[in-house]
């Protein structure tokens, strides 16, 4: 439910309803926006029906969410989240960009990329050091030691970190080096570990799987914010397609749908999307255009020699310079970099 004040109403009369509803056992999350004060009421639906949310002084309107997502939906604030992942804010005019290999592999790999993203304007650096493969045979990442290595990459360049985590029983060790926790697309619906990352208060960004719906990724996300972890980014990366040309087709259209259907911020990451490093920075591009609010990229120094992903990864100048081209394009559509 949510409840939606008159642009008069008095700051004590906001507090007013805000006390009641918690000494009622539910809970609040409270949007301001400039003229008028969203309050979303969280709680078992039964229970909020009964209270009469529309008798308090200042209140203009009540309204149940009809959506099946109610946390996520756009109603329930009423404007954009911005999500603070150490220093840097997504969801801003300002696109942000995350950087950084597929895989920690090494201490030199990781701070040699890390210090070359940054120089050439990336905000967060990405690096998986759990990595879930396809084969079993293939490098499953470091564990700890890639996490070690992310926080000495963190020291020399002061770039938050966001790295995935894959499993519950490893959610503690990554949340202790983590600025951002990333949910890869084969975890999207592993309900046990949403519930268990909504239980931090870490931002996550979710990835919506390769055979998942925009309504099956809101839903995912829901899990995420019903535990009361509101810190939440969704990500695009492409779905499976008949197209077998690109590795996956990048779904654009999510873009404009969520900034409608929900107040998380969006994330659009072109590399999995593509899948092909030449066809990589167009899709950059297009997600900026399309209203991204950050995007991610896989850069590496030395693809060919990378222990996953080095034929979508970028090199080092190849970031460069498409970072200089992204800026045009935000810029064309009323954004910064
Ligand atoms: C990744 O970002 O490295 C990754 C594995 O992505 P996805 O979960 O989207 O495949
Ligand atoms: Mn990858």
Known sequence: MIIITRPDATEAQIERIVDSVHQWGLKTEVSRGVLRVVIGVIGPEDKIREKPLGAFPGVESVMPVLKPYKLVSYEFRGT???????????????VVLMAGPCSVESYEQITF???????????????????????????????????QFLHEARELTGMPIITEVMDTKDLELVAAYADCLQIGARNMQNFALLREV?????????????????????????????????????????????ETMTRN???????????????LPVVVDP????GVREF????????????????????????????????????????????????????AVGRSL
Request: with cysteine; net charge positive; proline share 6%.
């Open 280 to 331: 990589v920075p167009a899709m950059a591009l297009a997600g900026v255009a399309a209203g991204a609010d950050a995007l991610m990229l896989e850069v590496h120094h030395e693809p060919e020699r990378a222990k996953s992903d080095g034929e979508q990864s970028l090199r080092p100048h190849e970031f460069d310079d498409l970072v200089t081209r992204i800026r045009r394009v935000a810029e």
């Open 249 to 263: 087709t990048l779904d654009l259209n999510a873009v404009p749908v969520l900034k409608a259907e929900t107040h």
């Open 80 to 94: 954009p989240s911005h999500v603070k992942i150490g220093p840097v804010t997504v969801g801003t005019p300002e």
């Open 113 to 147: 990329i890390a210090k070359s993203v940054a120089k050439a304007g990336a905000k967060i650096l990405r690096g998986g050091a759990f990595k879930p493969r396809t084969s079993p045979y293939s490098f499953q990442g470091l564990g700890k030691v890639g996490l």
């Open 271 to 274: 590399t999995h999307g593509v």
């Open 198 to 242: 909504g239980r931090t208060n870490l931002p996550v960004m979710l990835k919506r799987g390769m055979a998942a719906s925009i309504k099956d990724l809101l839903m995912s996300a829901e899990y995420i914010l019903s535990e009361g972890n509101f810190n939440v980014l969704l990500c695009e990366r492409g779905i499976r397609t008949f």
